[in-house]
């Protein structure tokens, strides 16, 4: 049987005045996958995530959510929001409440729940983004990382079925990056289907299980490892190949590692 798909989108044709970006893109999310969104600078991943979420409007394509198709009425736009939310690269985008509990309600309030369910999803989202302690605190004195986190907690109270996550880890200092990627460790444990966005090849590898890259105005998709081993699209792309892959055809080890790990117990392991 066919794998169920959350979201997909098809002839995503789309852009700003005077510059068509996306131009035929397409991509296919199953349930609970994890997908790295590849691409050069300015090739258009912003754009797609943007057109995925609603945000913005493709000028042709359609955009399907568990097989149902994004119309342009409200009704229809407010309820692919509740399912499909939008991270943004820069947390100051998207942070406007005086403090950190006022902002992540922010969505929650405008679903109309009542005030104990608000409150519960504030606990629960802070908790799962590891940010619980931070709930009395203003947002304008929060770290770069910190804020981060809050932004994604904001959409993590709409309780999306798919998180679409721009530059997530862009900024943060190691262990702000390994705090981020738990935190997306907890939410796809809850079955939360996540695109995460990025320029790191080698976190891509690592984290993804499927990756997309932005092209000409058009993605490929595929497993992460078949994607980050094929040198021509890398190089079209202005990517470079993932150390561990790097390593292992250096090596002549004829399997495609995404963690050290891989690559010891290829060492390791008699032939
Ligand atoms: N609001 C806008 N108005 C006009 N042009 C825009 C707008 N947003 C993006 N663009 C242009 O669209 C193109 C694609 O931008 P987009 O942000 O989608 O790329 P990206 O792949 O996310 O880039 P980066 O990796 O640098 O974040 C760029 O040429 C950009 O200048």
Redesign the pocket.
Same mark, same amino acid.
């Given at each position: 049987m066919a794998e169920a798909l959350v979201l997909r989108a098809t002839g995503l044709h789309a /852009?700003?005045l005077g %510059?068509e $970006?996306l131009r035929g893109a397409g991509l296919e999310l199953p349930t609970g996958c994890r997908l790295a969104l590849l /691409?050069a600078?300015?090739? /258009?991943? @912003? @754009?797609l995530l943007r057109c995925l979420s609603g945000a913005h409007r493709p000028s042709s394509g359609t955009v399907e959510v568990a097989g149902n198709r994004l119309g342009s009425g409200r009704g229809a736009l407010r309820e692919h929001r509740r399912r499909v939310q939008l991270v943004l %690269?820069d947390p100051d985008d998207q942070l406007f409440s005086a403090d950190v509990s006022q902002d992540v309600s922010f969505g929650p309030m405008n679903l109309g729940l009542p005030p104990d369910e608000v409150r519960a999803r504030v606990r629960e989202s802070l908790a799962l983004l590891g940010v619980s302690h931070l709930a009395e605190r203003p947002t304008h004195q929060l770290s770069y990382g910190e804020r981060k986190r809050v932004a994604t907690a904001g959409a993590v109270a709409m309780r999306p079925e798919v998180l679409l996550l721009d530059e997530p880890t862009a900024g943060l200092d190691p262990a702000g990056v390994h705090e981020m990627l738990a935190a997306l460790e907890r939410l796809i444990a809850q079955g939360t289907t996540v695109v995460l966005a990025t320029?790191d090849v080698d976190l891509a590898l690592a984290w993804g299980e499927q990756a997309a890259v $932005?092209l000409d105005g058009t993605v490929r998709q595929g497993p992460v490892t078949d994607i980050l081993a094929d040198q021509t699209l890398l190089a079209a792309a202005r990517l470079h190949r993932p150390w561990p892959l790097e390593l292992a055809a250096r090596l002549g080890l004829g399997v495609a590692p995404r963690h050290l790990d891989d690559i010891v117990t290829a060492l390791t392991t008699p032939h």
């Open positions: /852009g700003y %510059q $970006v /691409g600078n300015g090739s /258009g991943k @912003t @754009t %690269q320029h $932005v």
